[in-house]
């Protein structure tokens, strides 16, 4: 690695950390600018700052305000480097479709599982919060997603999550998918009770739990 | 904790008031957070429920007759107080209502001087909880416990921004929020004087945002402590042990006699996934933990009681705890 790049990768692993938004868009440019390799860039720069930034709200270091905006500040650098990533760069990633069930809007623990997974190297297609069971199940066929990740902060929309697991086996497909749940009143028993693949605790709890799930899988 | 010699028909209000001094009535008191799932009793629906005091009162003390538990809590929804600073709230008609954070009051940084000194006796929706005080002290505040609820002041602040772009604006604009949080403070200290005057025999404060996952440890303070001192609370209901302490029984041995633990019964486990010897045995173990150490105890929900909870569930509760938190005085 060329001192520039780096320096410039460093540095942009320093700003996500320091939740430096405007300067990880100025490094962002400047890589481009260069002619550094904008792959290159996004894993030893911007995931290298979240992984860092994790592993502090692991550590109590950080918290999720602060994690909140380290992860706003990598967008902002996604958002200058990921139109320069050379199509052979692109390696197949596994692939997690997340959304915050029907009749719930609270999407702050799927935001964070979001941010931990994309960190992690997944490819996460968000769908947002208040999200009917169908549209999982098509958004998860369409994109052949590996792992449905279903979150909920409310007991009364609980059945949510088992109406998707049965929707899938109604089609015969809950093969086809690891399906995994959480949320404040979500506890293994309901994991167990609705036969979800597996339940997390917690963000980081959750990237570990997709680890595992893909890995089996494989 | 000492013994005292009690009169052998013990109402719900002696029960959980001596309970709240480290004194011993006849048993440990159950206070299973039944509020929302009152709707189900009389069977209306949430959103009417939710926004009628009279209807409320109706079912809660239904509910209370059924299930015989030992307080009422006067928790609608945690959007009550939002909704009154100008917040839009969305009533589902079989759920808990919730604010449209797709139409935040406060949509920029800019606007947190939107947020204005109210008086919560004339207002919609806290008056309306304020009325529920009062309905129920008139019709049973000699006998059981009445517990009034308040949102927290970044709680509330939270329901009227958003949560997410709250979170990021107290690391950017500090000083803004602050400005909010003190007028809602404000306020909410009148809701609190306001539902005493209407009846409620004490004020549940929910911090939820204190918690350690959400913000930081300043100083060299444990945050959980930091709440313990400012809000000097007689009792803690908690969901999960104090901050710092790894189990229940460290929870019991550190904060056991200083202050009263109500709690801990997992709500979706309790009132949607468990049998009832399940539910019993869960509950058994949390009232011998803190009973044989005489340790300040009401047994109770960890958080409000699943709305859409199985009610011989939220019985279950109270019957676990004549079985095995009667005192032998």
Known sequence: MTALKEELFGKLSDAIVDMEEDEVVALSNKVVDEGIDAYEAIDKGLSHGMERAGKLFDEEEYFIPELLMCSDAMYAGLDVLKPHIKIDDKEEKKKVVIGVIEGDTHDIGKNLVKIMLETSGFEVYDL???IPPKLFIEKAKEVKADIIALSTLMTTTMDGMANVINSLKEENIRNNFKVIIGGGPISQSFADKIGADGYSVNAAEAVRLVNRLVTVNV | ????????????????????????????????????????????????????????????????????????????????????FGQEVIFPKNSTAYPNFNNQYIKTADEYDKIKKINPRETKRMKSVIDICSGLAKAKGNEVAILGFLYGPLGVLSQIRGHKELFKDLIRHPKEVLQAIEIITEVLIEYAVAQIEAGAHSVCIDPLYSSPTVLSKSGNGVYFEEVIKWINPVA?????????????????????????????????????????????EDCRKQIELFKNNDSGFILSTGCEFPPNGNLISAAAMVKAAKIYGAYNV
């Open chain 1, 128 to 130: 947002g919060r208040d």
């Open chain 2, 1 to 84: 904790m000492s013994n005292v010699l009690v009169k052998l028909e013990v109402t719900s209000l002696e029960r959980v008031a001596l309970a709240l001094q480290f004194k011993k009535a006849d048993r440990v008191p159950a206070a299973p957070l039944f509020c929302g799932a009152s709707h189900r009793v009389l069977g209306i629906t949430y959103d009417k429920w939710s926004t009628d005091s009279e209807l409320a009162v109706k079912s809660l003390l239904a509910s209370q007759k059924l299930i015989g538990f030992d307080a009422f809590v006067t928790l609608v929804d945690l959007s009550v107080e939002a909704a009154d």
């Open chain 2, 236 to 280: 803690i209901s908690v969901a999960h042990p104090a901050y710092g302490c790894k189990s229940w029984e460290e929870h019991e041995q550190k904060w056991g006699k200083k202050i009263v633990t109500i709690g801990y019964s997992h709500p979706s486990n309790t009132g949607l996934i468990w049998s009832e010897d399940e539910i019993i």
